[in-house]
């Protein structure tokens, strides 16, 4: 696989986490998700969850198993955010090393093309999930108005160095008669 197709996402959600519903999920036949927290669950800047995304927890975990999979050091941090959701949690991942995602794909005991890697970075979410092997899906971060104008340049930055690369950031169209195969490389 070349290094263009291992940053190529393959969903580009164009919304939140929150906007990944259940029939996207049953679409591209996913039976469990591996989630980054920062900025992917919550801001941040921010140690509590929002109440949507509880309540986008609880109905996306009557279908698949999830796990969070954190570069944060902080385990207080992700702790708390994992806790708080009722979640399993593995925290300093260093993706794009695969290592922390693959303990959470083992630990589901589902093959890995069918658990989907969820994150807000290209070159660590979707990197780490693609050179694994699993299905990935970048969405829009979560952020705070506040410090969403400090964030952004890493973010600009990396879709301007992907797009030199070759990767489509084109948000993908859930028209759900489309064969998912079609969008793998
Ligand atoms: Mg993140």
Redesign the pocket.
């Known amino acids: 696989m070349s290094k263009t197709k291992l940053l190529q996402p393959d969903l580009v959600l164009g919304d939140t986490i929150l906007g990944l519903t259940p029939e996207i999920l049953t679409h591209y036949h996913i039976k469990g998700l591996v989630l ?5 669950l919550v801001p941040i800047k921010q140690s509590q969850v929002s109440q949507e995304l509880e309540q986008w927890i609880e109905t996306i975990r009557q279908m698949t198993p999830i796990w969070l999979v ?2 944060n050091l902080s385990e207080g941090r992700i702790k708390r955010i994992a806790n708080s959701l009722t979640l399993p949690y593995l925290l300093g991942a260093v993706k794009p090393s695969r290592r922390k995602l693959r303990q959470a794909v083992q630990a589901m005991e589902l093959p890995v093309n069918g658990v989907a890697m969820v ?3 290209l070159f ?2 979707v990197l780490a999930g693609n050179r694994l092997g699993m299905f990935t899906i970048l969405v829009k ?1 979560m952020t705070d108005t506040a410090v969403a104008a400090r964030h952004s340049p890493i973010h600009n930055f990396e879709i301007w160095l992907s797009q030199i690369l070759g990767v489509s950031l084109i948000v993908s169209q859930h028209e759900f008669t489309k064969d998912d195969q079609s969008l793998r490389g």
């Open positions: 980054d927290v920062d900025e992917t954190s570069n994150g807000d970075r660590t979410d971060p």
